[in-house]
């Protein structure tokens, strides 16, 4: 106290006071405590309707993984198939997923986990809405209609991961915690394709067939799609890869079933026959085009063909998407410009019948490769591929002007278009290995920056379900009328010429082996770059032969005086090993769960 | 300046002199020169409380009030000496100086100590011997010169070009290694120390072991770097103005081949890549475009240009001006000091003239400080700092590759020999179109015109500090103790300002009709646009209480802080800090030492129940010397002291902001079908911060009365609880999974410095070396590898996984039809041929694919670096000279640096390509476009790894002072110095085949701003 009292008297207690209130200040009991951040946590999601919608919501997010046209470094799944091939001419090719899925270097390792990880993300979010699916404050009505919606897409995902690795980890409910020990086997084939089909059926139960005109709820799943899916399931589960008895090298049947049974073509046939049957679905058949312009609708009501539809967000860069990997580059950089990424192979034009409706195969056809080898082609080639001198909108007073992809002497303009092939040319940096470009579904934009178009992407139309139920059928029951009938619709549809007959350059009374060829040539032809040749050359055992293989281009020479010469190039040759029919199990997840077996093969 | 010194005389003085009373003592204390020696502390034995301090003639008044009639006189530098005096005479008191460093002061957290009775493992340099280090960054200059520094300049671009630089090695798993670094007691980055100017510091000091880092808790893991500035001394005002200029010159400019060679060797590529084809290729360049390319014939069809000169210069300037102002007396001290730097870039000048838009490359900077001392009264110190800096980073805006102009000049795509003309006939620019040219619509125009024409990148910089504080002696409570209340912030804002243009208007003229292809018609208008704004704040409150007193034998010093740090960085949540720390310190008879530091520190990012740690050391020192029997037996040694210290310290940099207890969802997104829900990563509500037991081990020595110094130490940190990513955890649970504090690692290694002193007559100098070397390992991370070989525990942390190079495929691995022969390993997907890059099939399945790489090389940083240094001085001549070098690391090269043929531009590496005729000599696989990419940089593999190392003679610094008796002429110049510097002025290494430097970042796609020397002229004047 003598102390203080004597501190107290010196001139020095000038600093008592500031020496107190920074003390006090700095030795505030509540200085680390100062966070209070408002969090929304599981509970709080499902108390409340709108919140639990968004869960929901949050499922359709990935619905296009597979299908996405820019999937592997900006080329979609076609270009790991004869259909296409990845960009050659960039440096990076060989990083290319899609390269390496078609020249036999794909292995466990290198094996991207795009599909492995998102699925099981999908899976997880959906197990978590039906684990609290009774909390969220809903008519019974609204909580099956959610919840149809809920285990649709969970089996949508499960397809998904089916057709990349054979037989998955089925997980059920079941919500992982941290910490919790995971050790799943996978499921066989079989079981998985029944739990698929079981929940795709509980699902259609509470599904609308359509929803009204205008219903702000109308870009969600219907009855139709859980059928749609469900017979592209038994159609893949009833193919020769799945289909043809015991494997040695399966004995787990994670990728086969233990025994063929045809009754699977049946199942298949009745699944496909069912959506048809809903009668809500057309074949898209307005305008000069239909063929190409169905692809360029936005609203549901202008899309009566599609089946299921995955409605990604409108946004500037989207509104280029395909165009943003695949244009020309005298058409290109639009906002979100990628180059060129990928191209078509002369395989595919050369899949591309007359125009007549018979293959260029035929000696009746017409056909020879030189200047006229793309005129009375089935006219879905144009709308499928830009060759050399396919018109596209240039922009300005231009109108629209010739894409060229030739090599040799190219005349000197101010007008872009007739300098194209200095772009776009073969050899050209920026330039088509193949001399063709991608134009299926793309919008007829001219350069800079063009006026843009929403497109949602068509996952599943209804020309495919006719094509499964076509390709079921014949394989059950052979070439019946039905088969017929829904081939000619397709080719009617692609304004082929009906014909004398009205055959549409079908050939009467084909047997089954010729039906089947017919079949899966209009497979190709009709869904190209829609995600199907990849997964159809490997369930049809194809892909041996289709896919081990140099790929081919189209050059094209000009003259000083404007005269071509052509030449069939060898673009790429193709490995296809046994192990490839499907993925390998990646290596990561294998020594993480001993339960887990890989694919025969890797 | 002098009407403001009496007024503050006249305001706090008066008071005191009311107290004389009648036993004083006068008196005036001198150096060994018998010159005055202002600032001494004079102190009545036996009550150390009394005490005064020396002015600017020396001279001391003391009014005696104990019973030895005995006063000490003591500074920094010099022996104490202890006189008897009497009551009312006056007395001279001479000090000479401490040639044994007995009485060296030494830094350490919060305070200072004696070298001798320190426990700790230090390294100090004073700032005055860098000084005229001719760079911009002060960690630059530490290099070599401090044992246990190592460091890294990774670019030579103005304003960018500061090393990274990290205290004995790395040992974290989170890749922040980067030391804590505290000036004035005020935390900075990395980019503020850069800013720092080094004519305002006194000195730097780094921290290493738990002795010294665990009183900074858990930021103290990485050590710590303490910079101490300049404060004003008893004595006149004393003014100095330092002028320097100087050039800067790159020291490896790369060379690539011409369009010839380049054109020539481009067929011989596509030709390769057609191996096993069932067509020949078509040939980018027929023997008609060859043969015009060798002439020169077809200027404008066939160009041929050198894009590095038409771009570049060799040199460019830098200046360095500072004007500083310090003196005081017993009330008020004062160092005033503000500086200009400026560093221009190498790019040659395309701005159209009167454009006013500097598109080139600069660095400049102002720096001031005001470091204030006030005594208002004997026992009460106020100290009032404040200092800043502005400064301007210009980046050119043209540039179109994202990582920068030297990218664009390496790089095959952008900028091939036969890429365009440098002009065309009439003035105008051109564009590129060529096989393998960039297809970015922008980058192909003239890269001339684009730097000129394209605007700037600019970052601008202002910092701002403000320190308070306030000393207050205690001693009426008891004899020793002292209150000290420090308050501090420091403040940053930063704005970016971005010119831009693109789609400039260009031609290409076509010689062959003599006309021009437009591309674009009209210059188009700058566009402005904001970026890189920043804005961070740090307040900083410290209190603390100091006990420092001696009983008979005993010394004890302790220390009692509370420190308080509140971080804002823009809109984030805020960052709260606090610590409490306690140390102390004893010794007896200054022979045995003992050291014990307690902090326990509380940040508030962690979870409420887990939000402090206590950090504990414990340290030890003997001072043999001071023992009898071994003073006997070795007498030549003035100190021999042998020191260990055992402890924790944490670490708490890059750890989230904010630490979640519960899974937080998003409600935020949308897509199509309406608002998402989308869960969060899960979440580890235990995270903590990681820790280091640091153990060390060391000895200190001066022998011969100073002329060898030693010191040196032996390290082990065992880091554990870094929080790392979880990898064992299956996919299917379908979530991110949290960091959890598993890692482990550890590093151990030693670091010394041995000097030699020596002066004979006029001639003194001295010799100094110093190495340092640090290893690590990682003893566990939570890790699931494919394969056991790929492991990454036992490893050095920093490697990279890739393919081990076991040569290239010959052509007797292939049979008559070109087909690789059965069992020899190859990748699949491609088509092997000789002359390709051949690894290792570790898996032995014959096919090499990504099971068959593993952790490769070394790690980038160095295990080892040392420094030799010599410094004489001959009457008024002065010479310093700092060798440096590091080795034992690799760094790996690729893109456009490491001469990726088609990738980069064609260099002499790509010559030493593979034929069947070079199969036995050649050094690089054969050429190719796109064929095989095992043979490119994009496969990482040991064949792109360099194993670096490197000596540079760092730095020189010749200096003559001007004889006072020549600058009596000139009254107002008391002192005038000029010297010629240096900064890496010989370079040794390995590195020319890869165009770049050795200490250029591993990885590095050979982007960066090639390294400078840099030579400069300075004169110093004191005023």
Known sequence: MMYIMKYLNSKDALLIPVAIIILLSACKKDFLEQKKLSAIDETAVFKDSVRAKGVVNNLYSNLGMSFNSRRYNNTPLDAATDDAEPNLYDNGIASYYTYKLSNGAINSSNVDKDVWNKSYQMIRAANIYIKNKDNVPLTADTKNFWLAQVKFLRAWYYFILLKHYGGIPLIGDKVFEDGESINVPRSSYEDCVNYIVAELDQAAVFLPTTYPVGDSEDRRITKGAALAVKARVLLYAASPLFNSGARSDDPDHYVSYAAADNERWKKAADAAKAVIGLNVYSLYNLGAAPFYEQFLKNTPRDLPEAVLVYWQPANTSNNFYVENSANPVSRGTNNGYQGLKYIPTQELVDAFGMKNGLPITDPASGYSDGDNMYSNRDPRLTYTVHYNGALRYMGGAFGDQPVYTYTGVIPTSTNRSVTSASDDGMYRPTGTPTGYFRFKSMNNFGTGSGSELYRPWTLMRYAEVLLNAAEATNEYSGPTTEVYDWLKSIRQRALITAGTNGMYGLKPGMTKDEMREVIRNERRVELAFEEHRFWDVRRWKIAPQTENKETHGMEITRDATGKYSYRRVVVRKHTFTNAMYFFPIPQTELVKSSALKQNPGY | ?1023
Do not use: C
């Not at chain 2, 018998?34 to 004079?42: L, Q, R």
């Not at chain 2, 290494?989 to 020397?1013: C, H, R, V």
């Open chain 2, 1 to 1023: 300046m002098r009407l403001l010194f009496i007024l503050l005389s006249v305001f706090f003085g008066t008071t005191a002199s009311l107290l004389a009373q009648n036993r004083a003592v006068v008196g005036q204390v001198l150096d060994e020169r018998k010159e005055p020696m202002p600032g001494a502390t004079v102190t009545e034995v036996g009550l150390e409380k009394n005490a005064t301090v020396t002015d600017v003639q020396g001279n001391f008044t003391l009014q005696l009030r104990g019973t030895s009639n005995k006063v000490t006189a003591r500074t920094i530098g010099y022996l104490p000496k202890i006189v008897t005096v009497t009551a009312g005479s006056k007395v001279t008191i001479q000090l000479s100086p401490d040639v044994k460093g007995l009485e060296e002061v030494v830094i350490v957290g919060f305070g200072r100590q004696k070298r001798i009775t320190s426990t700790g493992a230090v390294s100090t340099i004073k700032a005055e011997e860098i000084r005229s280090v001719p760079t911009s960054s002060i960690q630059n200059t530490l290099v070599g010169r401090l044992p246990g520094f190592f460091s890294q300049q990774t670019s030579g671009q103005p304003g960018a070009d500061a090393a990274e630089f990290y205290i004995r090695g790395a040992n974290s798993l989170n890749g922040d290694n980067k030391p804590l670094i505290v000036v004035d007691d005020v935390e900075y980055d990395y980019a503020q120390l850069s800013q720092l100017n080094v004519n305002e510091v006194e000195s730097v000091t780094i921290l290493k072991d738990a002795a010294t880092t665990s009183i900074y808790g858990l930021k103290g893991a990485n050590g710590v770097l303490v910079v101490t500035t300049r404060r004003g001394r008893i004595g006149k005002p004393r003014i100095n103005v330092t002028a320097e200029t100087g050039i800067n010159k790159v020291i490896r400019m790369p060379k690539f081949l011409d369009s010839y060679s380049t054109a020539l060797l481009r067929n011989e590529a596509v030709l390769n890549d057609a191996y096993g084809s069932s067509q020949a290729p078509v040939m980018p360049f027929s023997t008609d475009d060859l043969k015009k390319f060798k002439d020169g014939s077809d200027p404008y069809g066939h160009p041929n240009v050198n894009w590095v000169d038409a771009v570049l210069n060799n040199t460019s300037s830098q200046g360095r001006y500072n004007i500083d102002i310090s003196g005081g007396n017993t009330l008020v001290k004062y160092f005033t000091s503000i500086g200009t730097y400026s560093q221009n870039g190498i790019l040659k000048q395309f701005e159209p003239i009167g454009d006013q838009v500097n598109t080139n490359y600069y660095y400049k900077r102002f720096n001031y400080r005001s470091n204030l001392d006030f005594s208002p009264t004997k026992t009460l110190k106020l100290r009032f700092d404040a200092n800043g800096r502005f400064e301007a980073v210009n980046n050119p805006g043209g540039v179109v590759e994202n990582e920068g102009l030297f990218y664009e000049i390496g790089s095959y795509n952008y900028l091939a020999p036969y890429a365009m003309p440098l002009l065309n006939p009439d003035g105008s620019y051109s564009y590129s179109s060529y096989p393998g040219a960039s297809t970015t619509s922008n980058a192909i125009i003239n890269p001339m015109y684009r730097l000129g024409n394209g605007g700037y990148k600019r970052d601008i910089k202002n910092n701002y500090n403000l320190v308070v504080a306030a000393d207050q002696g205690l001693g009426f409570i008891t004899t020793g103790l002292a209150a000290k209340i420090q308050v501090s912030y420091a403040g940053n804002n930063n704005e970016g300002r971005d010119l831009s243009r693109n789609g400039l208007p260009v031609s290409k003229y076509d010689p062959v009709t003599n006309s021009y292809v437009l591309r674009g018609t009209r210059l188009p208008v700058y566009g402005i646009s904001n970026t890189n704004d920043a804005f961070n704040s740090t307040t900083i409150v410290t209190a603390s209480l100091n006990y420092d007193r001696t009983f008979g034998d005993h010394h004890f010093t302790t220390l009692l802080l509370l420190n308080q740090r509140n971080y804002i960085n823009k809109g984030n949540v805020p960052i709260n800090y606090r610590a409490t720390t306690g140390r102390l310190d004893y010794d007896f008879k200054r022979k045995y030492l003992l050291g014990i530091t307690v902090a326990r520190n509380g940040n508030d990012v962690f979870q409420k129940d887990q939000r402090y740690g206590i950090f504990p050391a414990v340290s030890w020192g003997y001072n043999l010397s001071e023992e009898k029997f071994f003073k006997k037996a070795l007498p030549f040694f003035d100190l021999f002291k042998i020191r260990g210290s055992y402890g924790l310290v944490g670490s708490d940099v890059s750890f989230p902001s904010t630490v979640e207890s519960v899974i937080q969802y998003t409600t935020t997104g949308s897509n199509y079908y309406g608002s998402t829900t989308t869960e969060g990563a899960l979440v580890n509500p235990g995270i903590t911060w990681e820790k280091e037991r640091k153990t060390d081990l060391g000895i200190e020595a001066n022998m011969f009365n100073g002329k060898i110094t030693l010191s040196g130490s032996y390290f082990y940190n065992y880091r554990y609880d870094q929080l790392i990513n979880q990898n064992g955890v299956p996919s299917i649970l379908g979530q991110d999974l949290p960091k959890r504090n598993l890692g482990i690692t550890s590093n151990a290694g030693a670091d010394g410095v041995i000097s030699y002193r020596k002066s004979k007559g006029d001639f003194r100098y001295s010799l100094s070396a110093n190495a340092s070397h640090a290893k690590n390992k990682i003893i566990f991370v939570s890790e699931a590898p494919d394969y056991p070989y790929q492991a990454q525990t036992g490893m050095p942390l920093g490697l990279e996984k890739g393919y081990h190079y076991t040569g290239f495929y010959q052509l007797a691995d292939f049979d008559a039809s070109g087909k690789l022969k059965s069992g020899i390993a190859a990748p699949r997907g491609v088509v092997i041929q000789p002359g390709d890059l051949k690894f290792q099939d570790f898996n032995q399945d014959g096919v090499i694919d990504d099971a068959d790489v593993t952790y490769l090389s070394r790690p980038n940083l160095p295990t080892t670096t040392y420094g030799l240094e010599f410094s004489g001085s001959y009457k008024g001549f002065t010479v310093r000279a700092l060798v440096q070098g590091a080795f034992d690391y690799a760094l790996r090269v690729r893109s456009v640096g490491s001469g990726d043929a088609f990738v980069g531009n064609l260099n002499s590496w790509n010559l030493e390509r593979w034929t069947p005729e070079t199969a036995a000599t050649a050094t690089y696989p054969r050429l190719g476009v796109a064929g095989n990419a095992f043979n490119t940089s994009s496969t990482i593999s040991d064949f792109w790894y360099v194993n670096a190392g490197y000596v540079r003679l760092k730095s020189v610094d010749i200096g003559y002072q001007i004889p006072s008796s020549w600058l009596n002429k000139i009254r107002t110049v008391q002192s005038a110095r000029v010297y010629v510097s240096g900064y890496n002025l010989l370079n040794f290494n390995k590195m020319g085949k890869f165009q770049q430097d050795a200490e250029i970042a591993s990885k590095s796609t050979g982007a960066a701003y090639p390294l400078t020397a840099n030579f400069n002229l300075g004169v110093l004047l004191g005023f």
